[in-house]
C-alpha cells in the first residue's frame, strides 16, 4: 500500500523553527517529485516547494515561503524533509507533503500529484 506518513508539526514560537518529515512506506523514493503544500481553513492551497528526489534539485518558486524554508532527501530513511525557520503566526496551517513519479533530470515544478500525505498541524504562536 503506497502510503505517506508525515510527522514533525506542532507548537513552535514566533521566530522558531521545526522540521518535518514525510516518509513513504510501500513504495521507494529513489525517483519521485515530493511537494510541500500548506493550507488554512477556509483559503486556498499553498505550493512551498518541491524535490526531485533522483537527483536532489528543488523548486521553491512563487513560494511564500521562499527564503525561510529547505527541503532534503534521505535516501536511506525513504524519507524527505522540510525545514522550517524564522516563523511567524502566519505560517499556522496544516501541512502536507504529496508524490508522484518523476524521472532523473525533470523539474518538480507544476507536476501532477497522486499520492498526499495525511497533513500535520504547525502553529506558530507565543
Known amino acids: 500500500q503506497v502510503q505517506l506518513v508525515q510527522s514533525g508539526g506542532g507548537l513552535v514560537q514566533p521566530g522558531g523553527s521545526l522540521r518535518l518529515s514525510c516518509a513513504a512506506s510501500g513504495f521507494s523514493l529513489d525517483s519521485q517529485a515530493i511537494g510541500w503544500f500548506r493550507q488554512v481553513p477556509g483559503a486556498a492551497r499553498e505550493r512551498l516547494g518541491c524535490i526531485n528526489t533522483a537527483d536532489g534539485v528543488t523548486n521553491f518558486a512563487d513560494s511564500p515561503m521562499k527564503g525561510r524554508f529547505s527541503i532534503s532527501r534521505d535516501k536511506p530513511k525513504n524519507t524527505v524533509y522540510l525545514d522550517l525557520s524564522s516563523l511567524a503566526p502566519w505560517d499556522t496551517a496544516v501541512y502536507y507533503c504529496?508524490?508522484?513519479?518523476?524521472?532523473?533530470?525533470?523539474?518538480?515544478?507544476?507536476?501532477?500529484?497522486?499520492?498526499w500525505g495525511q497533513g500535520t498541524q504547525v502553529t506558530v504562536s507565543s
Open positions: 504529496a508524490t508522484t513519479f518523476l524521472r532523473y533530470g525533470s523539474s518538480c515544478r507544476g507536476v501532477v500529484y497522486d499520492y
